[in-house]
């Protein structure tokens, strides 16, 4: 985990974005990589926690790739009591959330095992948190702007690569009737699974997305403040660059074991706050697609590649000496006459990019509709601090609009 540099900045009287700003750095979370992980080593692992676990997954995928099987032998094995919470749908609700919490209130558990993808992880590190609370975490947090401090014990076994939600606490939550899609933070996992060979199974549009969503979360952080030359950065672009070359082989070779590691192993670098050392983050493609999940209840991935050209195509003369050095360094862009000129062609690069791989380009192939209610989405997006401009709710709106 990172406490926010800016935070800690303010603390010690310091202003201004020029330098890396101070920051304190943790990640509690102990990663197995690779093959066979979880045969070899989750066995051990159950006997540091108590009788009762709660088997967390999604729509049932892992008891069609034998990834359930192999995970109830070993927690039978281990003497543990499985009590199963499945469903966990790809946009977590906050009522899914309430229902996991009572269940682990009502059986006393001892650990949450969330297997599959963010979804799962997200839903489960809120589950932890709510059901060691006496009133809803959703008002603590957006309300009363206080954090949980205890938590049911959480392990996750990753099936699906791409938000990287395994490697801190933060959580995406859509709350059906306040109509938000925010952030929550629970649990931090104390164990995380990350076996590239899982991701053999997920359908490669789902793998794709996920690797975009990776894609998205190097690129909100690299254009964070400050926006002077950083190790950060430096480390971000080799990411960047990892997640494209690895997408494409993927398109060629599906199967490509070593790819799929590379993208796994990525995901968990761009959110285990590594990139985010002494930065702000932008995060506002981020912020307008999950007010527009909200809303639409699209898939994220797919909806930040549709958003991220159009957004960039909006602030980059606010930042035109980053987004040209992310042109040159990442998409191998040769300067032009102008940081502006470099940029742009950086733009259509990432654009061509989402095309090539087989993403949307615009909101009618995600199915949403041009009467969608785009000012309510817009008047409830949330705007970052990092971001190198400032949008008002018109731009949003418009970027929202331009989209269609």
Not at 206 to 232: C, R
Request: aromatic residues 8%; contains cysteine; proline residues 3%.
């Amino acid at each position: 985990m990172i406490a926010h540099s800016g935070e800690y900045r303010k603390k010690n009287g310091q202003r201004g974005c020029v330098m890396m700003n101070n920051f304190i750095f943790e990640n509690k979370t102990k990663v197995y990589f690779g093959k066979g992980g979880v045969k070899e080593y989750l066995g051990g692992l159950l006997a540091n926690f108590g009788e009762t676990v709660i088997l967390a997954y999604g729509g049932g995928s892992i008891k069609r790739n034998g990834v359930y099987d192999e995970i109830t032998a070993i927690l039978n094995a281990a003497g543990k009591r499985v009590v199963e919470f499945s469903g966990i749908m790809s946009n977590p609700t906050y009522a899914k959330v309430q229902d996991g919490a009572k269940l682990a209130r009502e059986n006393h558990v001892d650990l949450i095992l969330a297997v599959g993808g963010g979804s799962v992880s997200d839903c489960c590190k809120v589950i932890s948190a709510q059901a060691n609370l006496d009133e809803d975490i959703w008002e603590m947090q957006y309300t009363k702007h206080t954090l949980p401090t205890k938590f049911i014990p959480l392990g996750t076994i990753v099936t699906v690569f791409g938000t990287g939600s395994e490697m801190n606490n933060g959580a995406v939550i859509t709350n059906e009737e306040k109509k938000i899609k925010g952030a929550l933070w629970g649990a931090q996992a104390e164990f995380a699974f990350l076996d590239p060979a899982y991701s053999l199974s997920v359908p490669m549009q789902q793998v794709i997305s996920g690797a975009f969503d990776t894609l998205s979360h190097a690129m909100e952080t690299y254009f964070g403040k400050p926006d002077e030359n950083n190790l950060s950065d430096d480390i971000n672009e080799a990411v960047m660059r990892s997640v494209i070359r690895n997408t494409r082989v993927l398109l060629t070779d599906p199967e490509n074991y070593d790819a799929r590691s590379e993208l796994a192993w990525a995901s968990a670098m761009a959110e285990n706050g590594v990139l985010k050392i002494g930065k702000v983050t932008d995060f506002q493609a981020h912020q307008i697609q999950h007010q527009l999940g909200a809303y639409t209840d699209c898939n994220h991935g797919a909806g930040l590649a549709v958003i991220h050209p159009v957004l960039y195509r909006h602030i980059y003369k606010s930042g035109a000496a980053r987004f040209a050095r992310w042109a040159q360094n990442v998409w191998d862009i040769a300067p032009k006459d102008s940081d502006e000129e470099t940029t742009a062609a950086g733009i259509d690069a990432l654009a061509a990019f989402i095309k090539e791989i087989g993403l949307p380009t615009s909101f009618a192939e995600l199915g949403i509709p041009a009467d969608t209610d785009f000012r309510a989405i817009a008047d409830s997006t949330n705007v970052t601090a990092g971001c190198c401009k400032k949008l008002t709710r018109d731009e949003i709106c418009e970027i929202l609009q331009e989209c269609l």
